[in-house]
């Protein structure tokens, strides 16, 4: 097939699947996904996500659920990762650990792993003790690309995940919302080439100089597959959806806005487009790690909310974005080592920067595994005190 034969039916691949993940869902017109679960207790984080008032900002925080909780590292002891992942139950248990620990949380986020799409591609994915994730047979030349299975039907070779959903937003019995997400495309296509993490991405991006129609190939299949996967956890019971471009600091202006920004853009004018149809409305986050140089360019694809790490000044990046976007973000994941005196302190002065209006607390990226989980109960209340 030629690369305009290909691009031609990827255009197809890239909007059917959208509607053919949702099967025989047509016939029903409309699901009404939250009569199926306990009513809603605390809508902060919703109401925040759409501009609505709010009595206290709402907090959650990038891995909540993990390694830094002894509860999770006891039960780390008898699962292997990917085993938890794939385990509806154990996944579940371990999503509402923080919760059951902190009082003031307003959301759980679903205890999954992005690079569960790279695995139903066909890829392997490890996750070696001490070393993270490690894709042992990456893709070194575009002719690898042949050993991806595609397209992916999510709804069946992830069906798990939407099945800890399901069981997950039933035993949260209403007191949060449960957060679903997935990988963006660059960020899965950098693992997928890197093999694992990487101090500079050029593997990744040797692939954007030197194929620049075989990456784009790429990521057309990794944003089909990415749509369909979150319209799928919308259905399950996922009431809100974040997207983590969390390599996006390793582009600058030019590629981000060749290669990342499309797919950013498409998958949520697609998972929208596919949730309004179904009567489903959940809204959207996009959190582009290290995006500083693109504020402008995300504000305007739609999404409800953009995540800001920390070195982004929320002044600056609400002056950048406009009135109509709600931030999240951005205390310094390392602010954490600080006494607690600190962190309140901190916090506090962070949301009063970012204001009570269309704003939602959160570190500016995942929470390391060595920080005290009594510093991160300081930190949530800090935030409710404001």
């Given at each position: 097939?030629?690369l ?9 691949f890239?909007?059917?699947p ?13 699901m009404?996904?939250?009569?199926k ?5 605390n ?18 925080v990038?891995?909540?659920?993990g390694?830094?909780l002894?509860e ?8 292997e ?18 919760i059951r620990r ?6 759980s986020?679903?205890?999954s ?6 695995q139903?591609m ?9 070393v993270?994730?490690?894709?042992p047979q ?5 002719q ?7 397209p ?10 939407m ?7 039933t ?14 495309p660059w ?15 050029s593997k ?8 620049p ?16 996967y979150?319209?799928?956890q919308?259905k ?26 499309p797919?950013?853009r498409?998958i ?13 409305s959940?809204?959207m ?5 290290g995006?500083?140089?693109?504020l ?6 739609g999404?409800d ?5 920390w ?10 974005v406009?009135?109509?976007?709600t ?6 994941p390392c ?14 002065e ?5 204001s009570?209006t ?7 990226h995942?929470i390391?595994p060595?920080?005290?989980?009594a ?12």
């Amino acid at each position: 097939m030629s690369l305009v034969d290909y691009f031609s039916s990827t255009l197809l691949f890239i909007i059917l699947p959208t509607f053919s993940s949702r099967g025989s869902s047509l016939a029903d017109s409309a699901m009404d996904v939250d009569s199926k679960f306990p009513p809603l207790l605390n809508d902060r984080l919703l109401r925040a996500a759409r501009g609505e008032p709010v009595d206290k900002v709402p907090v959650w925080v990038m891995r909540q659920a993990g390694r830094y909780l002894p509860e999770f590292r006891e039960f780390k002891t008898k699962h292997e990762f990917f085993e938890i992942c794939q385990t509806p139950e154990l996944a579940c248990e371990i999503t509402l650990q923080p919760i059951r620990r902190y009082p003031d949380l307003d959301a759980s986020i679903i205890f999954s792993d992005i690079l569960v799409i790279p695995q139903a591609m066909g890829m392997t994915v490890e996750m070696r003790p001490g070393v993270g994730p490690v894709l042992p047979q990456p893709l070194v030349t575009p002719q690898d690309l042949e050993r991806l299975s595609f397209p992916v039907d999510v709804s069946t070779s992830l069906k798990y995940v939407m099945d800890a959903i399901t069981l997950t937003r039933t035993k949260l019995e209403g007191r949060v919302p449960l957060i679903g997400f997935s990988g963006a495309p660059w960020t899965l296509m950098g693992y997928m080439i890197e093999g694992g993490g990487t101090k500079t991405m050029s593997k990744a991006k040797k692939w954007l100089y030197q194929h620049p129609a075989e990456s784009k190939k790429l990521l057309s299949m990794l944003t089909s597959t990415v749509v369909d996967y979150l319209v799928e956890q919308a259905k399950a019971g996922a009431q809100l959806l974040q997207v983590f471009e969390s390599s996006a600091e390793y582009l600058g202006p030019h590629l981000f806005n060749e290669f990342a920004l499309p797919c950013i853009r498409d998958i949520r004018l697609k998972v929208k487009t596919a949730l309004e149809e179904l009567n489903i409305s959940v809204p959207m986050t996009v959190f582009a790690k290290g995006a500083h140089y693109a504020l402008e360019d995300l504000a305007s694809t739609g999404y409800d909310v953009i995540g800001l790490d920390w070195t982004m000044d929320p002044v600056e990046a609400r002056k950048r974005v406009g009135p109509n976007v709600t931030l999240q973000g951005n205390f310094d994941p390392c602010a954490l080592y600080a006494s607690p005196e600190k962190i309140r302190d901190s916090a506090e002065e962070m949301v009063k920067n970012f204001s009570k209006t269309r704003y939602i607390a959160n570190l500016g990226h995942g929470i390391y595994p060595d920080a005290d989980p009594a510093h991160l109960e300081t930190f949530l209340k800090a935030v409710h005190s404001v």
